[in-house]
């Protein structure tokens, strides 16, 4: 039994998907050092229906001066980012003054967008490498992680914000209770909280089992997100779904009784009811697909090797991680990974010790199969890659099936 971080009650993992490394943790190939791995068992609390890793690494573990994700690396995520800077200034932010904060701005993919016309923001990083990509773009960045006593610190030098933002960042960290008592202090009157996050519908739906890693110790639905905030007064007013990350949810917050509730926040509700989110058993079906999802897996790379065939990985994503190490997945089936990110090069991935190359080399290898580990950035990547299958190339996925595109 373990215990869940939000509300306390004693629950009961309902998967393990064995032992993993950190997820962004890619290492020299000569690196002689022991590499870190912990269980990672999945849970979900029927009392505030928050699903959960059982345990997480120490935060500084995951992010430091070397954090191997740069949100820039997506094209398309920084168009999504820069429609959302728009939909900020156009209905929110009436003057420069009103004030901006963003917790986990990484490289400024969001807050680039403010520098320009000089609107007041702030963003808070904690990984210093991004941080110091983003303060190359001009936006103003506190490297540190956000909790109660930065927000302290933040509210003696800036003042109070009338937007608060966080994508992909919330469900980093464990200690919820304590960020959002730090947001609570740095919203101004009438300022909103909105926050975007994978969303655990299509989690649930599409078997994306990739997005439980180290970094993700939570995977939001409305209902657990609301009863969270809802501790702290606050009130989710609105939701949009969003098509990033395989399947996201932006969620609007603000102080309770400060705007009215649109009705797609009791119909999205609804949806989750109907989807059995809030019931066990559908965690123990999610379960066996993931089960039968790294069979599958595991049979077509094993079967295409025996025939012959080269086989890559496209984009050394975090998910990718949970991927190989799950199902086992070393150099002896996918003998490479093309990625663009440069710290990420001439590395090798957590656990499984698959060497990553530059993105460059995917049109000279020219591999038979690719497993497309960044499907969540699909459309990007087949338009900049479109020669690949016109030269007979076949991509292979495993979300929401394991299949060979046609
Ligand atoms: O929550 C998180 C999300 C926002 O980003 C973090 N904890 C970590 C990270 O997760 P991820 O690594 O699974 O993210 P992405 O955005 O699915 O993958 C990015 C990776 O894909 C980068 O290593 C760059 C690579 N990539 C590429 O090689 N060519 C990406 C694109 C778009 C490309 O064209
Ligand atoms: N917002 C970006 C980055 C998401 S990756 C995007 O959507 O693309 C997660 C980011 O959260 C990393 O940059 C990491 O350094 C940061 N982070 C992790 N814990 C944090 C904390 N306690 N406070 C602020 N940022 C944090």
């Not at 070397?66 to 920084?78: H, N």
């Not at 994306?208 to 007064?233: K, W």
């Not at 932006?250 to 989110?277: I, N, T």
């Not at 080269?310 to 998910?319: P, V």
Request: hydrophobic share 35%; charged share 25%.
């Amino acid at each position: 039994m373990s215990q869940c971080h939000i509300c306390h009650e004693q629950i009961r993992p309902f998967i393990s998907f064995g032992h993993q490394p950190l997820a962004n943790a890619f290492r020299e190939k000569s690196d002689s050092r022991e590499e870190y791995f912990y269980e990672m068992q999945v849970m979900f609390c029927e009392s505030c229906k928050m699903v959960q890793l059982a345990k997480q690494p120490d935060e500084k573990k995951m992010f430091h001066e070397e954090y191997a994700f740069y949100s820039g690396t997506s094209k398309r995520m920084g168009d999504h980012f820069s429609s959302l800077a728009k939909e900020f200034k156009d209905n929110e932010l009436n003057d420069l003054s009103d004030g901006l904060l963003e917790i986990g701005c990484n490289d400024g993919i969001l807050l680039k967008n403010f520098v320009l016309e000089k609107y007041r923001h702030l963003g808070v990083e904690p990984s210093a490498n991004v941080a110091y990509v983003a303060r190359e773009k001009g936006v103003q960045v506190v490297e540190s992680f956000f909790n109660l006593d930065t927000a302290q610190k933040i509210k003696k030098e800036h003042g109070t914000f009338k937007v608060l933002f966080s994508a992909n960042v919330m469900n980093h960290i464990i200690y919820m209770d304590d960020v959002i008592e730090g947001m609570n202090l740095l919203l101004s009157d009438g300022g909103i909280l909105v926050l975007e996050d994978p969303y655990l519908g299509d989690i649930i739906e599409k078997t994306a089992y990739d997005q439980f890693y180290d970094e993700h110790i939570y995977l939001y639905s409305l209902t657990s997100m609301a009863h969270l905030y809802g501790r702290h007064g606050f009130q989710l007013f609105d939701v949009q779904p969003q098509i990033t990350h395989g399947g996201s949810m932006r969620y609007y917050f603000c102080r309770e009784g400060d705007r009215a509730v649109h009705e797609r926040v009791s119909s999205w509700m609804q949806k989750e009811e109907d989807l059995g989110l809030y019931n066990p058993t559908t965690y123990d079906k999610f379960r066996s697909r993931c089960e039968k999802s790294k069979i599958d897996f595991v049979n077509l790379l094993t079967k295409l090797k025996q025939e012959g065939h080269s086989i890559a990985g496209y984009a050394a994503t975090a998910k990718s991680t949970t991927v190989t190490n799950y199902c086992g997945i070393t150099s002896d089936l996918i003998s490479v990974m093309y990625d663009s990110t440069p710290i990420k090069q001439g590395r090798v991935n957590p656990g499984t010790h698959i060497p990553v190359l530059s993105d460059q080399n995917f049109k000279k290898d020219r591999p038979d199969y690719t497993v497309l580990f960044a499907y969540n950035h699909s459309a990007e990547i087949f338009e900049k890659e479109a020669w690949y299958k016109e030269s007979g190339g076949k991509w292979i996925v495993y979300v929401p099936e394991v299949k060979i595109l046609s």
